[in-house]
């Protein structure tokens, strides 16, 4: 099968291979998916660039946690039925060496999870990181009707979503962004309020958009980078979701947290519990059934152009999930 593979870490052009590699078979309790798209994330571009305690995965490893396709082939103990489904997937490269930058893939059954008519390829490769982060953070937040909610980097693969979450449980969405294109994608996925962070001071302007009594509850993209801003945003008992982080570690106002009582909660979308994954499935599925969510793939680029596609990313310079076209 066709494939792109890297067998060191370092920069995009220097590493990423794409070549011919064994097409896999699917074991007990797995299928084979033929795929269409493999979707590219910034946690595929770190892996593959190492640093941070991120070291090769495998002697060999084909990258991507996100894609979709169609099942093409059953292992023992999953039903014959379920060939031929349309299907997207999570966790396609989580602990594992060979993810979705390929022509197939075999994994556990329950990781490839049937796509909607309504939904192309192209959008299914946008629901494993990105859609299912956001909603996790939101069941988190525990966001409800009225609530105020500051989503940081708004414009993000993340964020898009996580404004469409916000709206559809009828909460208002103040998001962060560096830029004029990147607060109009913010207001198309929902935003009420969008604060340039790089010309305006965010916790002014939180405080004067919300009478100055703060939000209720953060989505933050970047702990790191972002923690000294909470005094200055969230509310006393107010809570802030953190999905990701720009260092290994980070400073925060801890005093305040624990003077104002409020909640810092962190979590890992590949590590979720068993309950907490088969509930965002559902609601997952169930928007998707309904036509309710907008995806917002920003390129697309071929298999033979991984590269390019993964420094795309990593310089940030496309608006909305980057996909990979697969042959």
């Known amino acids: 099968m066709r494939a792109a593979f890297y067998t060191e870490q370092g920069p995009a052009r220097e590493v990423l291979k794409v070549g011919e590699q064994p097409k896999p078979e699917p074991g007990p309790g797995e299928v084979r ?49 379920r060939i031929g489904e349309r299907v997207w997937i999570w966790n396609g490269q989580w602990k594992r060496a060979f993810g979705t930058a390929a022509q197939y893939i075999a994994l556990p059954s329950a990781q490839a999870v049937p796509l909607p008519q309504n939904t192309d390829y192209a959008s299914g490769a946008c629901l494993g990181i990105p859609a299912l982060t956001a909603l996790q953070a939101f ?49 198309e996925a929902g935003a009420d309020s969008v604060i340039n962070y790089r010309t305006e001071d965010v916790g002014a302007r939180v405080k004067a958009l919300t009478n100055g009594r703060g939000v209720d509850a953060v989505i933050e993209v970047d702990l790191t980078a972002n923690a000294k801003l909470l005094p200055a945003v969230l509310r006393p008992h107010g809570v802030a979701v953190v999905y990701g982080t720009g260092a290994a570690e980070a400073s925060i106002p801890a005093l305040w947290l624990m003077l104002n009582s409020a909640t810092l ?43 390019e596609a993964h420094e795309a990313v990593e310089r940030g310079a496309v608006i909305g999930n980057v996909v990979l076209d697969i042959p």
């Open 33 to 81: 998916v033929r795929l269409r798209t493999s979707g590219v994330n910034p946690s595929d571009w770190k892996a593959r660039r190492g640093g941070s305690g991120r070291g090769l995965a495998a002697p060999l490893v084909i990258p991507h946690s996100d894609g979709a396709g169609d099942i093409d082939a059953v292992g023992p103990g999953v039903p014959v039925s």
């Open 139 to 187: 069941r988190l937040a525990q966001v409800q009707r009225e609530s105020v909610v500051l989503v940081s980097g708004g414009a993000g693969a993340v964020g898009h979503y996580a404004g469409q979450f916000a709206k559809l449980r009828g909460a208002r969405v103040l998001a962060t962004v560096s830029g004029d294109a990147k607060a109009a994608h913010a207001r």
């Open 265 to 307: 909660r962190l979590f890992l979308i590949y590590d979720l519990s068993a309950a907490d994954r088969a509930a965002v499935l559902d609601e997952i599925n169930t928007l998707l059934v309904q036509g309710r969510l907008v995806h917002a793939v920003g390129q697309r680029f071929p298999l033979d152009k991984i590269a």
